[in-house]
């Protein structure tokens, strides 16, 4: 019973553990991209993938050596048949032992093992390649779920800013009303926009813990509970710099992406597949060896002979009165030893083999073609993979710039609307304007708050992509 509970307090003990290190641990970006890249399931299934073609790549080393195989036979025989070793007909049970050992190598294939191995090895490259391309996407997915929630945080504290200064307000007018300075429908007005700012405020709320979710989820998470990030400080600086052209970048992100190494390694890898057909068309040379021994209970030996008389075989012509005979000899037998007949069965035997390709069905020559195909779709691969890289510069290049001019003129706009909503709630308080025009004024400055927001992320994240096309680490700043 002691040993029960133990056993089951450790289970809750490792069940509960990682939750509590989580709820006492904030997340930096970059402890988020150092944990998915050792937890991360997709990337683990990546490595898994690039080790199992590391095991095809000794294989294919292994080819160049001779194989060498044993084999080991133990039987009996009932009924009459040939012995294999005596080549006499037996007819009473008889056990047999077979022992063998063969030896075979390719002396020459067209090259095909060569071309194997250098295609294995292409492949090997064009792996890690493919895990580095991978990481490079849940980092672009980690950035992007970080800002979104930064994103999320800031407008849901601009909510419960203007939410805050709204119910202020709503004390204020409620006084004003009851003393008679204000009518009634200013108060109701002033509520109206609070509980509308209250819906704002929740709805912020629910995009926060959605976003975290989201960021939770990423990094493999089984809950977003207790799951918060640091908040880093950055800014928009007063002149934003990004890269002066997209083809600045692309030319930096030819040399620097994983992808585009990938598809250039995949058209030496269709190459190759290439050699490889040509080289099984062509004749083959084989080296092959063997020895083998035996033993059979049917072999067996003459011991000695016992005397048995005298037997006529005859007459002496043309006398024929004289006989002849012959003296009679009775053999007697004892089996040959298992030593012996393993020493005098021995069989050894060495052979050259040259196959040389016919006529299989058009095999080979349809191969060849399918190979000549692969290397045309290897390097429209390639031109797809650049194209597409491009367009993703020429996208996020032209998405900075525009985020760059839309933050600027919502910075314009949110210090003209600071200003005009400071004088509107000086007069809305002396009673000189009405809460309809109060909480338009109040609308256009939450507004551009959270347009100038919304650039902010946009110019960041976007700037991110840029710099990490360039070979940069990603970073917030």
Not at 6 to 21: D, E, H, K, Q
Not at 175 to 195: F, M, P, R, S, Y
Not at 439 to 468: G, R
Request: proline content about 3%; charged content about 20%; overall charge neutral.
């Amino acid at each position: 019973m002691i040993l029960l509970r133990r056993l089951l307090a450790l289970l809750i003990l490792l069940f509960v553990l990682p939750a509590i290190v989580q709820a006492q641990k904030v997340w930096s970006l970059e402890d988020c991209i150092n944990y998915a890249l050792t937890n991360n399931i997709q990337i683990k299934q990546q490595r898994l993938s690039l080790k199992l073609q590391e095991y095809t790549l000794l294989q294919s080393k292994t080819q160049f050596l001779p194989s060498l195989n044993g084999n080991v036979y133990h039987g009996y025989n009932f009924g009459k048949t040939v012995d294999r070793y005596t080549n006499s007909f037996a007819e009473a049970r008889v056990q047999s032992d077979n022992f063998s050992i063969s030896s075979q190598m390719t002396l020459f294939n067209g090259f095909t093992l060569l071309n194997t191995l250098s295609k294995n090895k292409l492949l090997i490259q064009s792996g890690k390649y493919d895990v580095e391309k991978m990481q490079n996407d849940i980092c672009l997915n980690l950035a992007s779920g970080y800002l979104n929630i930064l994103f999320n945080q800031e407008l849901l504290a601009n909510a419960e800013g203007q939410l805050a200064i709204t119910q202020q307000q709503v004390g204020r007018t409620k006084t004003l009303v009851e003393v008679g300075t204000l009518a009634k429908g200013n108060l109701l007005n002033i509520e109206a926009q609070a509980a509308a700012e209250e819906l704002q405020k929740v709805t912020a709320e629910n995009q926060l813990k959605l976003s975290y979710l989201i960021l939770a989820q990423i990094l493999d998470f089984r809950s977003a509970d207790s799951f918060d990030i640091v908040r880093p400080s950055f800014a928009v600086p007063d002149k934003p710099v990004i890269a002066s052209s997209p083809n600045v970048v692309y030319a930096l992100a030819l040399e620097t992406q994983p992808q585009v190494k990938s598809a250039e390694i995949l058209i030496e890898t269709a190459e190759k597949d290439l050699a490889i057909a040509r080289g099984n068309a062509s004749p083959s040379i084989t080296f092959q060896g063997s020895w083998s021994t035996g033993y059979s209970g049917a072999s067996q030996e003459v011991s000695g002979y016992t005397y048995g008389g005298l037997q006529e075989v005859g007459y002496v012509l043309p006398d024929t009165s004289m006989k002849v005979v012959s003296p009679i000899f009775s053999p007697s037998f004892n089996k040959i030893t298992f030593e012996n007949q393993i020493n005098d069965n021995q069989n050894k035997s060495l052979g050259f083999f040259l196959t040389i390709p016919i006529f299989n069905g058009l095999q080979q020559r349809t191969n060849i073609s399918r190979a000549k195909i692969g290397i045309e779709n290897a390097r429209l691969n390639l031109e797809q993979t650049k194209n597409t890289l491009n367009q993703d510069i020429q996208r996020s290049h032209a998405d900075a710039i525009a985020s760059i001019n839309k933050y600027k003129a919502a910075k314009k706009s949110v210090d003209a609307m600071e200003e005009a909503f400071f004088y509107m709630q000086q007069k809305f308080d002396v009673g000189m304007v009405n809460s309809v025009d109060y909480n338009e004024a109040k609308k256009n400055l939450s507004k551009s708050q959270s347009d100038m927001l919304q650039a902010k992320y946009e110019y960041v994240f976007k700037k991110t992509i840029l710099d990490f096309y360039m070979g940069k680490p990603i970073v917030l700043n």
